[in-house]
């Protein structure tokens, strides 16, 4: 079960960027071109970026409402608690429901960023990906070191550059990466291919995992009528076919040291997916001339961490995950949150699970992949 003194660390919760972030920081000359705020006709609070307005400010901001009351999108900041876009008013929550620390994911430029990689002046998008870095870390994780751990966007779109600011973001406190989980459906290459090795490269020496949440590369294929509840049931799909791709390319042959975590993902799937890709490898790895020496099993262990908010079937199935391949979330402020019982429902689930182990799921697996010691001497 679930010691009591375990500080609780959560691998993924979201951030509403307050309506200044960029324009605070930005270079005079991206001004106008955003992001900024502007209160509609309708009443609603949207972002503009260059010629698109983003209506999503909070997607799924709802911690603090009923389940009759959630919706996809808050019209305006006011419909929301404080402690989605103030770092104190986030810390009195945590507090709360029980949590030590945090690792926040973006909201208006997308999880991994995949809206300034949309953007036409990419001089543009490189400023306002710094703008963010520099809001993330000196601004949210800032007010309190102790209880947040910073994660930072790449300008993915161009590798060398990207390069550079992780180096940047490494010397001034980053502890992490949020990456897109498949860049192909982004248009840009896969990770089969040496496109993406300096990048690679540049976070292994700098020792920050990349994080690729669930919907990054876009949403699951759904039938055109269907609800939107049927792509959220699937999102985690794409985790699978994540890890699946990334167990089959080179990328942890090169970095043997880099880790990736799939945010949101769930943990049921793991011991499936695994046999399968083993059973794969071994029938098929002749002929089709894989470079891959052990079984993708063991690949897992060593560089990839599944998260879960509440996965029973994964918790029984711990002995064939691994329990140090495996982190809890909070997912604050989204829907999918317990927020604010996310302990006493983590502490059910842990129920009968070994005191070490449940500690290791809640706090210690994350210590350590983000070199985190916020809260702890």
């Given at each position: ?15 509403i960027e307050h309506a200044n972030v960029w324009q605070d920081r930005l270079p005079e000359k991206y001004k106008a071109a955003g992001p900024w705020v502007e209160r509609n006709a309708a009443g609603a609070d ?77 001089d543009l998008a490189l400023a306002c990906v710094q703008a963010y870095n520099d809001w993330m870390i000196d601004e949210w994780c800032g007010y309190a070191p102790d209880r947040f751990i910073p994660m930072v ?225």
């Open positions: 079960m679930l010691p009591e003194d375990t500080q609780l660390i959560s691998v993924d919760d979201h951030v949207v972002w503009h970026f260059e010629d698109t307005i983003y209506s999503n400010i909070g997607l799924n901001a709802v911690a603090g409402k009923s389940k009759e009351e959630f919706g996809l999108e808050p019209l305006v900041w006011d419909d929301m608690i404080p402690g989605c876009y103030d770092p104190a008013a986030r810390v009195r929550d945590m507090d709360t429901d029980g949590i030590q620390a945090q690792l926040c994911f973006p909201s208006m430029p997308g999880f991994a960023g995949t809206k300034f990689a949309q953007a036409k002046d990419k966007l790449l300008p993915f779109w161009d590798p060398q550059a990207s390069v550079t600011e992780i180096e940047r973001t490494a010397a001034k406190g980053a502890k992490a990466i949020t990456f897109p989980e498949n860049p192909v459906a982004l248009g840009f290459p896969s990770f089969h291919s040496d496109h993406w090795d300096p990048l690679l490269a540049a976070a292994q020496d700098a020792q920050l995992p990349l994080c690729m949440h669930f919907g990054t590369g876009g949403a699951p294929s759904v039938s055109p009528d269907a609800p939107f509840a049927v792509a959220i049931a699937l999102f985690g799909m794409n985790s699978q076919f994540t890890v699946t791709e990334l167990l089959f390319s080179p990328m942890f042959r090169k970095f043997p040291n880099l880790k990736v975590a799939l945010s949101e993902g769930g943990i049921g799937w793991i011991p499936y997916v695994l046999e399968r890709c083993d059973y794969t490898w071994e029938r098929h790895r002749h002929y089709q001339h894989l470079e891959l020496q052990v079984p993708p099993s063991e690949i897992f262990r060593d560089h990839v961490y599944g998260c879960f908010i509440s996965d029973e079937g994964g918790l029984d199935a711990l002995d064939r995950i691994g329990v140090d391949a495996v982190m809890w979330e909070c997912d604050y402020p989204h829907s999918d949150s317990n927020w604010p019982n996310s302990r006493k429902m983590l502490g059910e689930s842990l129920l009968n699970i070994a005191d070490a182990d449940a500690r290791k799921i809640a706090e210690l697996n994350a210590r350590k992949l983000f070199n985190f010691t916020g809260g702890r001497s």
